[in-house]
């Protein structure tokens, strides 16, 4: 009996372990994607935004293609309420990895492409568990495009395209961090709701250790009593 509740209470605090060390994880992860976005994606405001479904067992293969040496910059995330972790890579049109996230449900990347052609962007959930729904946003900077723009424009219509490109940016991150606050959300409640399981169920373990160790002390004193 007391081997079975010491193997109880084992794989409750392993649970609550491996709870816990989910969270810090992914507090670590959404704080190391901050840093990036805060060096990488100033300004940045999408071109081509797409949420996908990412079966289990699968890999999802986007292509684009690049005529001019530029920047490209991107960030995609799964919903926060999943375990789930994806892959992804992006390919030059030689089939060379440039770029790549491991294990991450949330990631922002920005590469230099100085060879034109079509790139491929990888997203890889052949080792997961379960079906993702995947948001993806990417940018392409056309270096030479905005530099004709900027020397033919006239300050007023500089202005009124400064104006513009503001406004997009703000909608667009209003929109991301919205999904990621949602998500984030989400997946509190969830952990949250996990813990007050077993919470619960460590209580009640308690309370029978307790009832199991009154009745067997209270045996004890009987059979002496009788003796």
């Known amino acids: 009996m007391i081997s079975i509740i010491f193997l109880l209470f ?16 992914d507090k670590q992860d959404r704080k190391d994607l901050m840093q990036e976005w805060e060096v990488m994606m100033q300004d940045f405001v999408p071109d081509d935004m797409i949420a ?3 079966k289990q067992g699968n890999m999802e293969i986007l292509e684009e293609g690049i005529h001019h040496p530029t920047t490209i910059r991107g960030a995609y995330f799964i919903s926060m309420t999943t375990k789930e972790k994806i892959n992804f890579l992006i390919k030059d049109p030689k089939g060379n990895i440039i770029s790549s996230k491991a294990a991450k449900k949330e990631a922002v990347f920005s590469v230099n492409i100085t060879e034109p052609g079509d790139y491929q962007f990888l ?3 052949e080792r997961g568990s379960s079906d993702q729904m995947v948001t993806f946003a990417l940018d392409i900077h056309n270096a030479t495009y905005e530099h004709i723009k900027h020397h033919d424009l006239d300050p007023l219509m500089k202005q009124i395209q400064h104006l513009q490109n503001g406004v997009n940016d703000i909608m667009f991150e209003t929109k991301f961090s919205q999904q990621r606050r949602e998500s984030g959300y989400e997946s509190m409640q969830i952990t949250n709701q996990r813990l007050l399981y077993f919470t619960i169920f460590e209580t009640l373990i308690i309370i029978s250790v307790s009832v199991w160790q009154v009745y067997y002390i209270k045996s004890i004193i009987d059979n002496r009593r009788l003796i």
Not at 10 to 25: A, F, H, P
Request: proline letters at 0%.
């Open 10 to 25: 084992g794989l409750i605090q392993s649970q609550d372990d491996n709870i816990i060390n989910d969270i810090n994880d």
């Open 52 to 54: 996908f479904e990412l």
């Open 123 to 125: 997203f890889d959930n």
